[in-house]
């Protein structure tokens, strides 16, 4: 069993930069993949970035390549979502969710997930 809890959100202005992080708690941490996904509102969830356990393997959406990098530190059991740039339509809440399978794009390969920050762009 896996406990996440995600934080940094917040109120930013067009071309700000914000970082998000995924704390978790359980065992067996650093053998999971990461996902972070986002929700706006009237839209459904959507993928945003994932890596596999050692952060090697990484996966973006197109519309934040060059803008955001999904990392992990493994000692402190935290993967983070640094996202520069921001746009209005970055609005949204976000979710880190964990997988026991390798990173994907897909809702349904995920067993656990946080209950999400919301991040608000202004512009």
């Known amino acids: 069993q896996v406990q996440l809890v995600e934080s940094g959100g917040g109120l930013v202005q067009a071309g700000d930069s914000l970082r998000l992080s995924c704390a978790a708690s359980g065992r067996a941490f650093n053998s999971y993949a990461v996902g972070w996904f986002r929700r706006a509102p009237g839209k459904e969830r959507e993928f945003v970035a994932a890596c596999n356990w050692s952060g090697a393997i990484r996966y973006y959406i197109d519309s934040v390549k060059g803008r955001f990098t999904i990392s992990r530190d493994n000692a402190k059991n935290t993967v983070y979502l640094q996202m520069n740039s921001l746009k209005s339509e970055d609005t949204a809440v976000y979710f880190c969710?964990?997988?026991?399978?390798?990173?994907?794009?897909?809702?349904?390969?995920?067993?656990?997930w946080g209950r999400g920050t919301q991040v608000t762009v202004s512009s």
């Open positions: 969710a964990a997988a026991t399978s390798g990173p994907s794009r897909e809702t349904n390969s995920y067993s656990f």
